[in-house]
């Protein structure tokens, strides 16, 4: 009630000075509206209407001005409570001092005091600097620059505006320096807005370059003292509203103003000043700063030496410190000197791992994982930058990736804890991929295929070598770097250790014979084998070992009993949990289609003996397509994502692949629908019978999702995680394109049908005002015209129908 009268206030008196904007008309209800978030929830025509009626008021009022700059800009800024109120008011703020300054400098109003627009910056930086919205801090200073910079007194309204906005920043220095907090977050804002306006007076000629000079350095003192001063250093938050001024900064003044007070905080007061110093190196990277920091790497500023003491430390600090040392390799102005900076903070950090002097050595596992998070992330940017390097910066960087990819195999030969070592693979993974793109294969990258193959090649198969085993092989294959790379490193592995297949046979060998003695238990020790082998053979045409082909071709057995551990309900049950196993199951099955089609091919045989995939003369598939239909119902996580790919297109690839490579005769398509069909009905009925289950009692169902009593109402629940959409068990929408790609290439009517069937699975059950059924009725009608009518022509069209209707 009372916002609703606040609004009609607000609009009324605001309708009431429309009519004479000369008049004196109170700002004060509409600005209590525009800082209020209920107006966030408004009509936007309500919403619209309000801002406008402000921003007109403060336009053409002078006196609702200078109510906004003694005090109600400030009332507003404490009142805001949503990011939308904060843009609004700074909105309205921004406009009413381009006003201001215009009219004060232009219309010569000796009675308006200066004053009014130092209360106009204040308000409006008070505002920026509580609301942390960089975006709104960008759309102030661009709006008052280009606004002024459009009116005639362009050059006197943009001066007029630098005494102001630095004594803001004053203001807010000396508040630092005393302790006082709540000024300080006006300094980004005003710097920031402040840097906008002299690089327009000095682009544009408008000031000397002493009075240029004399801002820049009083604008860097006050950075400082506002920042790095006494025993207060600013959080993140606030170094990360002076991103526009410190964009600008040139390498003279880091290297003269910045660089010296860092060094100093830093080994002064190491714990509180490493949070600040590695924000203000995150906001010159973020912002593509060219500052240059190699020469303070070491020296007298001794930055490197400082993050790796923080990470020694162990303290809390340790992850921020790892972050600033990232920032160096980033910071160092383009040129050949980019690849010097990484060489030095990754040569501290190898160096680091692999010492055996106890004051040098990352000697806890949380040192370690700091370092290879490190290691990881530098990596990856030099990665990304690869292509732009001279050939003299490859060279260099090269040599580095040598001696990284040696330091870390060694490192994690002896790392036995879990969190590191797993950080420590992927940032030997990186390496490996960047040593690759920049260079030929070292002895490093020897030593790093070594690391990750020595478990196969171990002859006491304890369960911690099986760990091991699987920790490696099985993280190569579900990192996040793209396919070709990965099957490259395969490749490698076999080039690099002649002992390897025989290794990955023994493992394929025990894994048959643990399922022989339990199916219960999912063998997945023996598809990573399985894997490797497949992709060695395809990219190299090697022969499969006998033993490998037997395991792989099992799945053409009607009979579960006759199958083997790769297809056994047991792996099927695993698709449900193990994302290697998702993410590798139905590509080895894909493979090893296309391996036999290409045998039988060569020897001109019939591929319809060797159908893996198949559909037998009763209807009933065969193991392998039962446990491709699982692949498709538990496709792998949508967070897990390789080189932009998502899980759905990479099943839909493999769908593809192997209804391409079988024979027409298997009837590939018909088979995987079928059990498809079957699948997700069982999925569908388990999940109802449980629910049923769950909502007998409501002891039953509160023991299965607690009701959490501190909420004071229900959540309102939306999109993909509401109960309409959720389904237990599968995942609809890729079920849904499978069967939408499979019906065009099934053959039988009844698995046509069972496709189109397929294609409505987890749909919404509204007729009328649904986009979703709109397209599946769309959908649905052209597959029958490209799928079902074009039967008709054929003499068994009467079959057909019978089917349909029998199907029906």
Known sequence: ENFSTQLIQGLTMADDGAADQSSSVDVRPLVTLLSSCKLDVAPPTIRASVVKRATDIVTNGVEARRELSDGLGIEAAARCNSPHSYRRIASLLATA??????????????????????????????????????????????LIVEELSSRD??????????????????????????????????????????????????????????????????????????????????????????????????????DKFIAPVLGLKLRANPDSSIGTSNALLSVLVDSGSDIDVTVHLEGETKLLATGMRQIRSDKEMGTVASSFLVSLTLLTGGGSKSSTAVSTVVRSLTDALVSAKPAHAFSTPGQRLLAYQALKQIGSNQLNNATEFSDKEKELLFSVADATLGALSRALSKDTDGDAASSGFDALLIWMRLQRRVGTKSDGYGSALGYIVQPVLNPKQTSSVTAEYRSRMGSLLTSSLPDDFVESVILDLFQHEEKLEAGLVSQIDNAVKKHTSSAAVAQIDGLIAVFFLLTNSSASSADLPPSVTKVLSAGSSIKAAKTSFLYSQAMNNALSSNELVRHVLHRAIAMYVKIVS?????????????????????????????TL??????????????????????????????????????????????????????????????GATLNETREARENYEPVNMSMTKLPLVKG?????????????????????????????????????????????????????????????????????????????????????????
């Open 97 to 142: 001092l381009v006003v201001h300054a215009d009219y004060v400098v232009c219309e010569h109003h000796p009675t308006v005091a200066d004053d009014k627009l130092l209360g106009l910056c204040r308000s409006l930086c008070r505002v920026l600097g509580a609301s942390t919205n960089i975006a709104a801090l960008d759309e102030c200073a661009s």
């Open 153 to 254: 007194c362009c050059v006197e309204s943009l001066r007029a505006l630098v005494q102001p906005l630095l004594s803001v920043a004053t203001d807010g220095a000396v508040a630092a320096e005393k302790g006082g907090m709540k000024r300080v977050v006006d300094v980004g804002p005003a710097l920031s807005l402040l840097d906008g306006i002299v690089t327009t007076l000095n682009y544009g000629a408008s000031a000397t370059s002493d009075e240029v000079k004399k801002w820049r350095e009083e604008m860097l003192q006050l950075f400082l003292r506002s920042t790095l001063t006494g025993g207060r250093f600013a959080p993140s938050v606030e170094i990360r509203m002076f991103g526009i001024f410190l964009s600008s900064m040139t390498q003279g003044e880091f």
């Open 598 to 626: 290409n045998e039988s091919d060569e020897r001109g045989g019939d591929r319809a003996q060797d159908g893996l995939i198949r559909l037998n003369d009763k209807g009933k598939p065969s193991t392998a397509a039962i």
């Open 629 to 690: 239909a699982s692949c498709v119902v538990n496709p792998s996580s949508s967070s897990f994502r390789i080189s932009g790919t998502s899980p759905l297109d990479r099943i839909s690839s493999t769908i593809k692949k192997i209804v391409t490579y079988s024979n027409p005769e298997s009837r590939a398509a018909d088979a995987i629908v079928v059990s498809l069909f079957s699948l997700v009905n069982e999925l569908a009925l388990q999940d109802e019978s449980e």
């Open 720 to 808: 993909k995680h509401s109960p309409t959409s959720a389904h237990k068990g599968f995942d609809p929408n890729v079920v849904r394109r499978i069967a939408t790609l499979l019906a065009n290439s099934a053959i039988n009517v009844d698995s046509m049908c069972k496709a189109l069937v397929l294609t409505h699975t987890g749909t919404t059950m509204k007729l009328t005002g649904s986009r979703q059924r709109e397209a599946l009725v769309t959908a649905t009608i052209q597959l029958l015209r490209e799928r079902i009518i074009p039967l008709s022509k054929e003499d068994e069209y009467a079959l057909l129908v019978a089917a349909l209707a029998r199907f029906i």
